[in-house]
């Protein structure tokens, strides 16, 4: 019943301005935390031992505070509110419709928009290159932003869910292979795949079964070629669903990257109907959850 009224939050309410800027979000507050072991930790070598050690004890930094929020009498409000905050479902919807009206009105303020759900760089992205960065993101923070937290809290509840957000945000900030990050962040980064596993592959069923796919040969044709051992998974499912070709050359801080499409017998000129078409995705898929959760309250 929690995870229930938790989607219905969150599909209701987001995440409103008002209130988070009054008070510090969770997510701020997560980075804060991962900040604060990377200044602390982050030198004098043994750097991948001490990334280690930092990424297991985010995790068992969120199960133990999972578990300390149970101990309150009458918790369920406190944890239906923190689910909703961690389930980044109407937040990632807006952040995807906002590309697509960005977009319509021109190439530069489509830029601009997209910049702020994406890593690569955008100063010289055509009309399509924006297109398919939004799809992109769309899937992957569907699955690592949604799917994920949801099937974390069904396996170990809110401890699980506070555990893979903590080490997600790890990822998301020194999981990457700068010359910096590639030893501390190293340990962050293949525990995120880890928790991943399961919800990216999750995730491209879901898409598939909501959209009536049910040929599962392009997905496991393009999934592996995926720089992603993760992201590959809902991106092969999106792109057939949109018949759009996803991923293809992009540039990195100022260098080109040639990566293999996904789908590439679909359209190379996504616009911004093919962007809001991901986002009506996304509310499916949400659709699919409630549903399950759902039937796990009735169980």
């Given at each position: 019943?929690?995870l229930i ?21 969770p ?13 602390r ?16 004890g ?17 918790h ?42 994406v ?12 297109s ?33 957000k ?21 340990a ?12 990216a ?6 898409i ?16 592996p ?41 679909g ?21 699919a959850l ?5 039937l796990?309250?009735?169980?």
């Amino acid at each position: 019943m929690i995870l229930i009224v938790a989607l219905l939050l969150d599909a209701a309410f987001g995440e409103p301005r008002w209130l988070w800027n009054r008070l510090p979000h969770p997510a701020v507050l997560m980075g804060r935390l991962v900040g604060w072991c990377d200044a602390r930790f982050n030198r004098d070598g043994a750097l991948k031992l001490k990334g280690s050690l930092v990424a297991a004890g985010l995790a068992l930094t969120g199960l133990a505070l999972g578990w300390l929020i149970h101990l309150v009498p009458d918790h369920g409000v406190i944890e239906a509110l923190a689910v909703a905050i961690l389930v980044a479902q109407k937040s990632l919807v807006e952040h995807v419709r906002a590309v697509a009206t960005a977009l319509r009105r021109s190439i530069p303020e489509g830029r601009q928009a997209v910049a702020m759900i994406v890593g690569r760089d955008t100063a010289e992205m055509t009309g399509p290159d924006i297109s398919r960065a939004a799809i992109e993101s769309a899937a992957e923070n569907l699955s690592d932003g949604v799917v994920a937290p949801v099937f974390w809290y069904l396996v170990l509840g809110l401890p699980g869910i506070l555990a893979y957000k903590l080490v997600n945000t790890a990822d998301s900030m020194i999981g990457h292979l700068t010359p910096r990050y590639k030893d501390f962040g190293w340990a962050s980064a293949r525990l995120d795949d880890v928790l991943n596993l399961i919800p990216a592959r999750l995730t491209a069923l879901l898409i598939a079964l909501t959209h009536g796919w049910l040929d599962p040969k392009p997905i496991l044709r393009d999934a592996p070629k995926h720089r992603s051992p993760n992201a590959g998974w809902p991106e092969s499912a999106l792109a057939p669903v949109l018949n759009v070709a996803l991923s293809g050359p992009r540039s990195y801080h100022g260098v080109h990257r040639h990566y293999p499409w996904v789908w590439p017998e679909g359209r190379r000129d996504p616009g911004p109907d093919d962007i809001d078409a991901a986002a009506d995705a996304l509310w499916r898929v949400w659709a699919a959850l409630l549903a399950v959760a759902v039937l796990v309250a009735l169980t």
